[in-house]
T-cell receptor
Framework: GEDVEQSLFLSVREGDSSVINCTYT??????LYWYKQEPGAGLQLLTY?????DMKQDQRLTVLLNKKDKHLSLRIADTQTGDSAIYFC???????????FGKGTMLLVSP | NAGVTQTPKFQVLKTGQSMTLQCAQD?????MYWYRQDPGMGLRLIYY???????DKGEVPNGYNVSRLNKREFSLRLESAAPSQTSVYFC???????????FGPGTRLTVT
């Protein structure tokens, strides 16, 4: 069955890099996504990666995908206090538009 | 473009009452979804509609019904609310691959 696991909490200092990790179990995942949720708001798509890619970079965000280990990570460079939020990893399977979400990682950035 | 809109933003119900949560999108997306978010549980899919005229159960459909009224609108109905349905409800929509889902701001529902 599908399962997406994330660590629950990460604390960093402003200016440091943050790395949020995710593991998934289904090898037929087609796309993997990172979403951000700020307090009291809905989820905002940050980025996604196609399963045949190893890396994707978008400004301060770098996504790394290790298909062999079914491991996905999101690196945020020069983390700011505005990056404090819950980050969700999600996967979609081939041919399906439904997503399976992890439980979310709360990122706390201190000044 | 407003994206995905949800009404109401907040609602308090008594056990046994019914209500309908409304969702609309203006992005001409084919697929729409209803999720609930509970502390420590992440997002769980209640129902989805892959295209106008179709609906399917997700992970936690019991106690809910849905209607895909047209391509824009997808409503979620609680016929007889229970305290276990206290949650934050999110609507989302997407189109073709890579199936980026766009979320509404959520409805915070409390059942007493």
């Amino acid at each position: 069955g599908e399962d997406v696991e994330q660590s629950l909490f990460l604390s960093v200092r402003e200016g440091d890099s943050s790395v949020i990790n995710c593991t998934y179990t289904d090898s037929s995942s087609t796309y993997l996504y990172w979403y951000k949720q700020e307090p009291g708001a809905g989820l905002q798509l940050l980025t996604y990666i196609f399963s045949n890619m190893d890396m994707k970079q978008d400004q301060r965000l770098t996504v790394l995908l290790n298909k062999k280990d079914k491991h996905l990570s999101l690196r945020i460079a020069d983390t700011q206090t505005g990056d404090s939020a819950i980050y969700f990893c999600a996967e979609s399977l081939s041919g399906y538009s439904t997503l399976t979400f992890g439980k979310g990682t709360m990122l706390l950035v201190s000044p | 473009n407003a994206g995905v809109t949800q009404t109401p933003k907040f609602q308090v119900l008594k056990t046994g009452q019914s209500m309908t949560l409304q969702c609309a999108q203006d992005m001409n997306h084919n697929s729409m979804y209803w999720y609930r978010q509970d502390p420590g549980m992440g997002l769980r899919l209640i129902y989805y509609s892959a295209s106008e005229g179709t609906t399917d159960k997700g992970e936690v459909p019991n106690g809910y019904n849905v209607s895909r009224l047209n391509k824009r609108e997808f409503s979620l109905r609680l016929e007889s609310a229970a305290p276990s349905q206290t949650s934050v409800y999110f609507c989302a929509s997407t189109d073709s691959a890579p199936y980026e889902q766009y979320f509404g701001p959520g409805t915070r529902l409390t059942v007493t």
